[in-house]
């Protein structure tokens, strides 16, 4: 990871707190030191450093090692400052002017995805929803969500949306997830209204979970659906940016 343009010390104090981090439990040094390949003398002197800056937190009776208190304030300021709206409004402001369509985002509220907002370029389209629509399934975002569903709640809505369709193929629906979260976009023909489909897209976190879906409405003859479609591949790489706002990273191959 080092190189001229990066400072290798910071690189290595960063990923000794990654290792603990990413554990379930406190960290000893010879855990530390097995994970980061660091030698024993440089670590030591790592570990006193973070610990003193209260990034590290060793318990002494243990020996072990635990994210410090800083890392709480760090997160309830990054919460704070983090106005989720604020950050992704241009961007889909951007979408929807590039493709002359409505774009609305949605996200997890009590039982199911519901529609937060709406930016709206055909003004004379009736897109069958509007802020508080609690969506389906079958729609985009709906589609989405059970993409990535990551939580018991998401699990259950899914079941109860499944017993609602008539003629449910679980197969079908199977192979329709894994598509999504291969391509990270989905299709819907006419999910609430007719002559009117959409686009769905994902914006994730770091840990590759649901932040929220975000959908491209239209007139069915305008909305492309095909993989290779230009429109599609600059929607789904702005999504990756905004993705990567919540410290999302593409899996290196």
């Known amino acids: 990871m080092s190189s001229n343009s990066t400072i290798g010390s910071l690189a290595l104090g960063i990923q000794i707190i990654d290792a603990v981090a990413q554990s379930d439990l406190p960290l000893k040094f010879s855990d530390i030191q097995e994970v980061t390949g660091i030698s024993k003398s440089n670590l030591y002197k790592y570990l006193n450093t973070l610990t003193q800056l209260d990034l590290l937190y060793r318990d ?5 090692y635990s994210l410090g208190y800083k890392f709480l304030q760090y997160g309830t300021s990054a919460l704070q400052n983090a106005d989720f709206i604020d950050r992704l409004t241009p961007y889909f402001k951007e979408i929807s002017k590039i493709t002359s369509m409505t774009t609305l985002f949605a996200t997890w509220v009590n039982e199911g995805p519901i529609i937060t907002n709406i930016w709206n370029t055909n003004y004379g389209l009736n897109i069958g929803a509007q802020v508080g629509t609690k969506l389906p399934l079958y729609s985009a975002s709906g589609k989405i969500f059970a993409a990535y569903a990551h939580s018991m709640e998401m699990t259950n809505w899914i079941e109860q949306e499944q017993q609602a369709i008539e003629n449910f193929d679980i197969s079908k629906f199977q192979n329709e997830m894994k ?19 959409s686009l769905g897209f994902p914006i994730l976190n770091y840990k590759r979970e649901l932040i929220g879906s975000f959908s491209v409405v239209g007139f069915s003859e305008d909305i492309p659906h095909e993989s290779d479609s230009e429109i599609i591949q600059r929607i789904v790489s702005m999504s990756k940016e905004m993705s990567a706002i919540y410290g999302y990273k593409e899996k290196e191959e």
């Open 179 to 197: 598509q999504i979260r291969n391509s990270q976009y989905t299709y819907a023909y006419e999910p609430l209204i007719r002559h009117v489909s």
């Open 60 to 64: 002494q009776r243990r020996g072990s």
